[in-house]
């Protein structure tokens, strides 16, 4: 990454090719199965029971949430809005990591400290 930024270049991560495959594959086979049409650009980003699953860290095959510390992270964190859930994939890299733990605490309450 550092030799492409220092002669010039732009480096580009594209990610999750699998896992659209995978959720392809799995839309049409819940379409030619169970004859449910399921749109995932019109999926509702506030379901509850999703949330629950989030926050139980039920992750397993779900693209950045399925590592362990990921895991560990949703547990804590409790997210119960897409943009926690957002927040929380952007936390989740090396520089942000050691204020994982401040914002755990300020998202429950426990503090209103700022760094």
């Given amino acids: 990454m550092k030799d492409i930024e220092a002669v ?3 480096k580009f991560d ?3 090719l699998k896992t659209l495959t995978v959720i392809r594959n799995a839309v049409n086979f819940i379409k030619e199965s ?10 509702p980003l506030d379901d509850i029971e999703t949330y629950k699953l989030l926050m139980k860290g039920d992750t397993d095959g779900v693209f950045q949430l399925e590592s362990s510390g990921m895991k560990d992270l ?6 119960d809005h897409i943009e926690d859930v957002i927040a929380l994939i952007a ?5 942000p990591m050691k204020m994982i733990p401040d914002f755990i605490a ?10």
């Fill in 14 to 16: 594209f990610l999750g």
């Fill in 106 to 115: 300020r998202k429950h309450g426990e503090t209103t400290n700022y760094l």
């Fill in 34 to 43: 169970h004859h449910i049409n399921i749109d995932i650009n019109d999926l």
């Fill in 91 to 95: 936390a989740y890299r090396p520089r």
């Fill in 74 to 79: 949703l547990v804590n964190f409790k997210p």
């Fill in 8 to 10: 010039g270049m732009t």
